[in-house]
T-cell receptor
Framework: DTAVSQTPKYLVTQMGNDKSIKCEQN?????MYWYKQDSKKFLKIMFS???????INETVPNRFSPKSPDKAHLNLHINSLELGDSAVYFC?????????????FGEGSRLTVL | GENVEQHPSTLSVQEGDSAVIKCTYS??????FPWYKQELGKRPQLIID???NVGEKKDQRIAVTLNKTAKHFSLHITETQPEDSAVYFC??????????WGAGTKLIIKP
């Protein structure tokens, strides 16, 4: 069973389009995250949700909107895609927001904006 | 803001030799330090972690050391093997419970 699954795995689209990436975890974790990994491999936190509530919202354009319908799902919607949005987006979950708390990552969604 | 510096950015070692990756952190209240390994095209996965009340932790060929006074921690891999080739990330969790990541080290194991 896949612990953290995200779809689609690959996404190729034109500038200006709107796209969504879905994420689901079956680990019973309370906290979910979206990370962006660019071509230089930097892992940058974008959003964090705890029990469906937003707790971290780093400086990302408001074209990016996360949605958490329940604590097992955290989707990412991106409006008006730009070339610089091309990256691998990782969803992750963890049991605890306090000290400790292993992050379990999804396989990643590679977004290419043409 | 809080930050974690990781060095080197690339490390090339002969198979069988040891590899050491170092990180320094700025938030003195940081109390949890995980290391993640990301193989090419794969997801990051936790390989070892250490809490601030411990100075060293070992798991087979990998070990992590923590120096709270100097605010740095290191990953040690002994008897390196081809499957150790990957990007390694250090991170530190501070008083606000946010995980601050290092920039990553690409480890290359030469046959």
């Amino acid at each position: 069973d896949t612990a953290v699954s995200q779809t689609p795995k690959y996404l190729v689209t034109q500038m200006g389009n709107d796209k969504s990436i879905k994420c689901e975890q079956n680990l019973g974790h309370d906290t979910m995250y979206w990370y962006k990994q660019d071509s230089k491999k930097f892992l940058k936190i974008m959003f964090s949700y705890n029990n469906k509530e937003l707790i971290i919202n780093e400086t990302v354009p408001n074209r990016f909107s996360p949605k958490s319908p329940d604590k097992a799902h955290l989707n990412l919607h991106i409006n008006s895609l730009e070339l610089g949005d091309s990256a691998v987006y990782f969803c992750a979950s963890s049991q605890a927001t306090g000290a400790g708390g292993e992050l379990f990552f999804g396989e990643g969604s590679r977004l290419t904006v043409l | 803001g809080e930050n974690v510096e990781q060095h080197p950015s690339t490390l090339s070692v002969q198979e069988g030799d040891s590899a050491v990756i170092k990180c320094t952190y700025s938030d003195s209240a940081s109390n949890y330090f995980p290391w993640y390994k990301q193989e090419l095209g794969k997801r990051p996965q936790l390989i070892i972690d250490i809490r601030s009340n411990v100075g060293e932790k070992k798991d087979q060929r990998i070990a992590v050391t923590l120096n709270k006074t100097a605010k740095h921690f290191s990953l040690h891999i002994t008897e390196t093997q081809p499957e150790d080739s990957a990007v390694y990330f250090c991170a530190a969790k501070g008083s606000n419970y946010q995980l601050i990541w290092g920039a990553g080290t690409k480890l290359i194991i030469k046959p």
